[in-house]
C-alpha cells in the first residue's frame, strides 16, 4: 500500500476504520484503523482526503520517538495503544503500528 492513501484503497489493502478520536497529544482528529496484521494504527485524513500514519505528522510523537530511539527502546511498538484509548476505555492494550 502506498501512503496517503484513499479510503477506498485502504478497505481493499485489508484495513478496517474502527472509529475517530482526537489525539491526547496534539488534539488532531484521528481515525483508528485495524491494519491487515490485527493491530491498531492511528491515521489523520489529509487535505486530499487521503490517509496517512498519524506518527508520520504528530509533533508531540515525533519528539517522543526521538526521544526514545535515542534510549534503549527497540523498534516496533514504542507506543501503547493507551496513548489514543479514550478515557475510560483503557483496557485494550494490542500495540498499535508505528509505521506502514
Ligand atoms: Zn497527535
Known amino acids: 500500500m ?19 478520536k482526537e489525539c491526547r497529544d496534539c488534539g ?3 481515525y483508528l484503523f ?10 489523520v485524513k489529509t487535505s486530499r482526503g487521503r490517509f496517512v500514519s498519524h506518527f508520520a505528522v504528530c509533533p508531540a510523537l515525533r519528539s517522543l520517538h526521538a526521544a526514545r530511539a535515542s534510549g534503549a527502546a527497540g523498534q516496533g511498538e514504542l507506543f501503547p495503544v493507551t496513548l489514543y484509548a479514550a478515557r475510560g476505555a483503557r483496557r485494550n492494550s494490542a500495540a498499535i503500528e508505528t509505521s506502514s
Not at 485495524?34 to 491515521?43: D, K, V, Y
Open 2 to 20: 502506498h501512503f496517503p492513501a484513499p479510503m477506498a484503497d485502504m478497505v481493499r489493502g485489508g484495513y478496517t476504520f474502527l472509529q475517530t
Open 28 to 30: 488532531e482528529l484521528i
Open 34 to 43: 485495524r491494519t491487515p496484521r490485527g493491530r491498531i494504527g492511528p491515521f
